[in-house]
């Protein structure tokens, strides 16, 4: 439930909506309140706990369960446009952070697509559909249980697996390392999103199987309960049937709770008369079928047909006749002839029974199936038992095996089944029959699929025989959507597709249905266009998205870490750039524009390598579509750091990195390298406050600064431009036996590249640039700021702003240094040369 609150008391009126459980908290959220809301203005109840909806992560499913209240506070008249995001704003020290391993929570939420090793079918109920980006070597998710039959003496398995949402093009289907057409009775259909599948069978096991023998009746001795009744009320034998009324006080609960019918034997006192005429007393066995069992006048009564004589005990010469003793009887139960119960788990519409000759079948087999309804609790439904005869005969000593399929009269019940052998078998075996298994089996059909399924029929070969390590693979690639930079366009056609951009705009637009517009496509495209004309690989993102708790930031953040590009929210907009070289600065702060305060100008020195690393080492999938030998298993990119030179090897310490969404070695040597050289270089790391001026400066620009209190550096503001000579607002002391450079910003505020400074004096500066200005106290308050540092200097002046964040009336930034040596790998490989 949905309930908008107008005003905190609810004066004006409440809205209520139902909430659709196909969608997430956010999708029903913006469904019904089109306008959105502002979060400033509102408070906001799940389940009756206030969450804040810039943290809180709302893209999981809603459920029946979830009650959402949104109330507005007092100042609030109307609803305002703003949207509730989803995440907060991306916040990270550096630009390409060691983020957090999607689905890595647990084990029980993560698929096997992206595990390294091991990787099997399984069954992850209750868990989120893989969201497969890029392509894959993926081993889908099992949908139900395995369907099995024999046909002709040979074991089929049929599987159902379901690949993830949305389309994808397939290649290389296989179990472990075998391509299906390489294995006999193989076949597989694919069914993509709004197929119909004519028949899905759901076919599931009763627990009670395990090999149960159908034991003949002449071989039947095993006696599993044995009871002497005394003092009976009646005992009445008359044809086939026997009808044994015992005493109020006898303990009948054991005869009472088997399943019926069921095999006994019964034993009555007799006194026996030879055709010598001697007389003795002795014992008279019975075989027979135990039906029912009722009470009647507070007495229970035994009924059981099928009643055999079986012998006399003891055996003193030929029998003229007996008389019963109808007091008395021993019942046993015992084994053979039928089973006890089985209770299938499901309701269903048809029985299917597997039964194996181990020895072959030499003669006939003559078995009667029984079966009946069951409630929830186990018991039979009266006037539900049906029956039917089935037979084999054959001549051979191979072993067999069959599945006899029934169709109960009752139609979709849950039911619970008997067997029985009724003919006599050779004690040699040959004839020896077993129940394999016993399913209760239903369908579906015409199904209408939600996702990408594939169905799997296979001869049951050591690729298949076992659930636990059933290997059904498949090379999968994502079809997305797309973005025409030219027509400033987005292109909705689905194509196979490895770009991490497209993953971004896919998974933001068509998974979570945000509006396209909140996205900054154009630089999202200009860097997947970018690193295509140098090398594509460097842009692939190949991953799968298992589990339901990965919020939308985490993922968009995970798809760019893979590609070097880090996104950072600018208000509403969703922004992207990539860990590059850069061309030059976009912005300066120096004294004039840096705020002096107690929080500013914090400055952190790296002496040694962070945390003792002497190395990095780079985990990734090796992907057999991007390396003809390659394993689809997990490698590594090793490399050290020996008296600061980088070679390959394994360090002693190394920075680990498992790249998420890497499944190529060109990539993963590029991030490599890249991680190893910031180990190195990233020396500096700022803490400042900056006005105005860092209003137009991005995460992930290069800007420079000047430490006001550090004597090397020299800042402040131009008054006066006289051809080359640039009057300054304080007096310069620079010492006249070194070099020096300059930059300068121009009307735009962007700095100069560094210019070389030919001459100087205390109050003025000589060099070659011609966009500096000057103030004139009208439209113009300050004119250009410089900077002047050594040309050899060792204190940085260079620096990537890594952070950005407004309070009070000015800009908090983190900076860390820049130096171009971080991108040497870049350059040597001509991946970013211009």
Request: aromatic share 10%; charged share 25%; with cysteine.
């Amino acid at each position: 439930m949905l309930i908008y609150c107008k005003d905190p008391n609810g004066l004006t009126g409440n809205e209520r909506y139902d909430l659709n459980t196909s969608l997430s908290l956010f999708q029903n959220i913006k469904n019904h309140l089109p306008k959105s809301l502002n979060h400033q203005t509102i408070d906001i109840y799940l389940n009756g706990e206030k969450i804040d909806p810039l943290t809180f992560d709302l893209s999981r499913t809603a459920t029946v369960f979830d009650k959402i209240v949104i109330v507005n506070r007092q100042q609030a008249s109307t609803v305002v446009a703003i949207v509730v995001a989803v995440v907060a704003a991306v916040v990270a020290y550096a630009l390409t952070p060691k983020p957090k391993v999607p689905n890595n929570s647990g084990e029980q939420k993560d698929s096997t697509n992206n595990k390294l090793t091991g990787q099997t079918n399984i069954a992850r109920l209750y868990q989120a559909k893989p969201d497969i980006y890029g392509c894959v070597r993926s081993y889908p998710d099992i949908v139900n249980p395995a369907g099995s039959e024999y046909i002709n003496n040979v074991k089929y398995i049929e599987h159902l697996f379901c690949v993830g949402v949305g389309y994808y093009e397939f290649d290389k289907f296989k179990y472990d390392q075998t391509l299906l057409d390489k294995i006999a009775g193989t076949a597989y259909t694919v069914y993509h999103p709004g197929d119909i599948i004519p028949v899905v069978r759901y076919q599931f096991p009763s627990a009670e199987v395990d090999g149960q023998e159908l034991v003949p009746p002449n071989l039947s001795n095993e006696v599993l309960f044995e009871k002497a009744y005394k003092n009976l009320v009646g005992l009445k034998l008359k044809d086939d049937t026997v009808t044994m009324t015992l005493n109020s006080e006898d303990n009948v609960d054991y005869l009472f709770n088997l399943p019926k019918p069921v095999e006994i034997h019964f034993i009555v006192r007799a006194t026996i008369t030879t055709r010598s005429e001697k007389t003795y007393r002795g014992n008279v066995v019975y075989r027979a079928t135990l039906m029912s069992t009722t009470i009647e006048n507070n007495q229970p009564v035994l009924i059981a047909n099928n009643v055999h004589r079986l012998r006399f005990e003891p055996k003193n010469g030929l029998i003229r006749k007996f008389t019963v003793d109808k007091t008395y009887v021993t019942v046993q139960h015992t084994g053979g002839v039928y089973t006890d119960a089985f209770i299938l788990p499901e309701a269903g519409t048809e029985i299917w029974t597997d039964l194996v000759f181990q020895r072959g079948l030499k003669g006939d087999v003559l078995c009667q199936f029984v079966w009946w309804v069951i409630d929830d609790f186990g018991n039979e439904v009266p006037g539900t038992r049906e029956t039917t005869l089935w037979g084999e005969w054959l001549d051979t000593y191979e072993p067999q095996s069959i599945t006899v399929k029934i169709k109960p009269s009752r139609g979709k019940n849950k039911y619970a089944l008997i067997i029985g052998r009724l003919n006599n078998g050779k004690s040699d075996l040959s004839d020896q029959v077993k129940v394999e298994n016993v399913y209760i089996v239903d369908f579906d059909y015409n199904y209408r699929v939600k996702d990408t399924l594939i169905y799997v029929r296979t001869r049951a070969t050591s690729q298949a025989t076992s659930l636990k390590e059933l290997k059904f693979n498949v090379e999968a690639t994502r079809k997305t959507i797309s973005y025409n930079r030219n027509t400033k366009q987005i292109d909705y056609t689905l194509k196979p597709s490895r770009s991490f951009a497209d993953a971004v705009l896919h998974q933001f637009v068509a998974v979570f249905g945000r509006d396209p517009n909140e996205l900054d496509l154009d630089s999202l495209y200009a860097i997947d266009e970018k690193l295509k004309s140098f090398n594509e690989r460097l842009g692939y993102f190949d991953f799968s998205f298992d589990d339901i708790d990965v919020s939308l930031g985490q993922r968009i953040e995970t798809i760019c870490n893979a590609a070097r590009v880090y996104v950072y929210r600018d208000g509403q907009k969703w922004r992207f750039a990539r860990n590059e070289e850069k061309l030059r600065p976009v912005a300066m702060f120096n004294s004039l524009n840096l705020v002096k305060s107690d929080t500013g100008g914090t400055v952190q020195k790296k002496s040694s390598l962070p945390s003792t690393f002497d190395g990095v080492q780079v985990e990734y999938i090796d992907s057999s579509k991007d390396r003809p030998k390659g394993t689809d298993k997990k490698a590594y990119i090793d490399l050290r750091i020996v008296n600061n030179q980088i070679i390959k090897g394994c360090a002693f310490r190394p920075n680990k990195l498992q790249l998420s969404g890497c499944r190529n070695y060109e990539q993963a040597m590029n991030r490599a390298q890249l991680e190893i050289r910031r180990l190195i270089y990233e020396r500096t790391l700022i803490e400042d406050e900056v006005i105005n001026d860092a209003n137009l400066v991005d995460k992930g620009d290069l800007v420079l600064w000047s430490d006001t209190y550090d004597e090397t550096i020299v800042s402040g503001e131009i008054i006066r431009i006289e051809n080359k000579t640039f009057y300054v607002d304080q007096e310069l002391t620079l010492d006249p036996n070194k070099m020096y450079r300059v930059a300068i910003t121009n009307k735009g505020g962007y700095p100069s590249n560094w210019i070389n400074i030919t001459s100087h004096n205390k109050n003025s500066f000589v060099a070659d640039y011609a966009d500096a200005y000057v103030a004139n106290n009208i439209d113009i308050q300050c004119g250009s700021i410089f900077i002047i540092t050594e040309i050899i200097s060792e204190e940085p002046t260079e620096f990537i702003l890594t952070k950005k964040q407004f309070n009070n009336g000015v800009y908090h930034v983190n900076l860390t240094n820049y130096d171009s040596r971080i991108y040497e790998y870049d350059r040597e490989n001509g991946y970013f040369t211009e």
